[in-house]
T-cell receptor, first 116, second 110 residues
């Protein structure tokens, strides 16, 4: 069964450093997403991406964050100048079809980011 | 947009039925139920699209409220592998953003 994959599973970084989280969405999906979950809290939407551009973003997704689809399979989240409060699980998700009434999002296993 | 869930914690005996509730003051175009195990991503259980829609997936049954502001998830004949955190997630205005509820943490005692 197709699934969303994410690498690395755990990333440790020093405050102020840049990190790139990688995702491979399900191959025939057209929408891609990043969510984050701070330990013990609910899942929060960051950004959605379609047709090589951001379609929606939340207040959390400020200039510190950026997303990219560098090739036909990968979808990345870059966090510049990481802060302690960026420590969280980051989930990638993808969905098909493109918009309309149906939108079933499938999540990857997540990347645990720890900022020291 | 704010989604509330109840109960926050639920501990039941294996074989019992349970219901988790999700409600909001806002209207959602669709609503999905997910289960999350520790250290893993949410897994989609049921997706609801029409007001009043009642959908089953094995031992799971969920319904979308007539007003599109609420939903419930029922699990029958619980088993130990049902443990986890159950989230409802509502889609805003046919956009691509899902708002998640705070979750219901389920324990199933053998």
């Amino acid at each position: 069964e197709p699934e969303v994959t994410q690498t690395p599973s755990h990333q440790v970084t020093q405050m102020g450093q840049e990190v790139i989280l990688r995702c491979v969405p399900i191959s025939n999906h057209l929408y891609f997403y990043w969510y984050r979950q701070i330990l013990g809290q609910k899942v929060e939407f960051l950004v959605s991406f379609y047709n090589n551009e951001i379609s929606e973003k939340s207040e959390i997704f400020d200039d510190q964050f950026s997303v990219e689809r560098p090739d036909g399979s990968n979808f990345t989240l870059k966090i510049r100048s990481t802060k302690l409060e960026d420590s969280a699980m980051y989930f990638c998700a993808s969905s098909w079809p493109s918009g309309g009434t149906r939108n079933e999002q499938f999540f990857g296993p997540g990347t645990r980011l720890t900022v020291l | 947009q704010l989604l509330e869930q109840s109960p926050q914690f639920l501990s039941i005996q294996e074989g019992e039925n349970l219901t988790v509730y999700c409600n909001s003051s806002s209207v959602f175009s669709s609503l999905q139920w997910y289960r999350q195990e520790p250290g893993e991503g949410p897994v989609l259980l049921i997706a609801l699209y029409k007001a009043g829609e009642l959908t089953s997936n094995g031992r799971l049954t969920a319904q979308f409220g007539i007003t599109r502001k609420d939903s419930f998830l029922n699990i029958s004949a619980s088993i130990p592998s049902d443990v986890g955190i159950y989230f409802c997630a509502g889609r805003e205005n046919y956009g691509q953003n899902f708002v998640f509820g705070p979750g219901t943490r389920l324990s199933v005692l053998p």
